[in-house]
């Protein structure tokens, strides 16, 4: 591999998140039990509204919970580019690790690059990649952080999520509205005070278009 071809990695997020311990969906496994769910909820299967109940909720969770896999396309830095490189309003949805129930933000995702720089649809699709599972905001913030460290060995990484949960909103304090925010910050977004300003000025989008 010569340092002025574009190289094309083929890595498959999925077998990273595999790694953490998923098994494959068993669809008719998964329909059966929310049947049964929907029994001991007291709920009457008999409701021709019901009928396909557990087909469809099993077939959203299999979409939910799976990622598209996508090929990682770096270049190399040809130019030197030095500074930071963030794409923001990077809507995203993730289901809540605890209550199953969805919660939906917005992420930023940067970095300082070395000799390596990333498609900028990537970073939206390694974001759109980890969400797909049941996550816990917190993790795949720094999941999503060290992952793009370990592939682009970039001086330094910063990722941003703010989102509302579910189950913060429709239930237990029922606080609509109220977000989360979470950060990772690696390398010299981390440690030189003014890379890590100039980040978090730039990643904080207010939730909207940022354009
Ligand atoms: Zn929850």
């Not at 595999?18 to 299967?45: F, P, S, W």
């Not at 090929?71 to 690790?97: H, K, M, V, W």
């Not at 900028?120 to 999941?143: D, N």
């Not at 440690?191 to 278009?209: C, I, M, W, Y």
Request: hydrophobic letters at 40%; a negative charge.
């Amino acid at each position: 591999m010569t340092a002025s071809d574009t190289t094309l990695i083929e890595d498959r997020i999925g077998s990273d998140l595999d790694a953490l311990g998923r098994e494959a969906i068993d669809l008719a496994a998964a329909e059966r039990a929310v049947g049964d769910l929907l029994l001991a909820l007291g709920q009457d299967t008999g409701d021709p509204n019901l009928r396909d109940t557990p087909r469809r909720v099993a077939a959203a969770y299999r979409e939910l919970l799976t990622p598209k896999p996508f090929n990682l396309t770096t270049f190399p830095n040809e130019e030197g580019y030095d500074q930071l490189i963030i794409a923001r309003s990077i809507r995203f949805t993730s289901l809540c690790a605890h209550h199953l129930l969805p919660f939906t933000g917005v992420a930023s995702v940067g970095y300082l690059p070395r000799d390596r720089i990333l498609g900028l649809s990537k970073l939206a699709r390694v974001v759109e990649s980890f969400a797909h599972g049941l996550q816990l905001q917190e993790r795949m913030t720094s999941q999503i952080a060290t992952w793009l460290e370990d592939r682009l060995s970039p001086k330094g990484v910063g990722v941003l999520l703010e989102a509302e949960h579910l189950c913060m909103s429709i239930r237990g304090v029922e606080q609509p509205g109220a977000t989360t925010v979470t950060s990772a910050l690696l390398g010299c977004v981390r440690n030189d005070p003014r890379t890590r300003q100039e980040f978090l000025k730039l990643a904080h989008t207010e939730g909207g278009s940022g354009a």
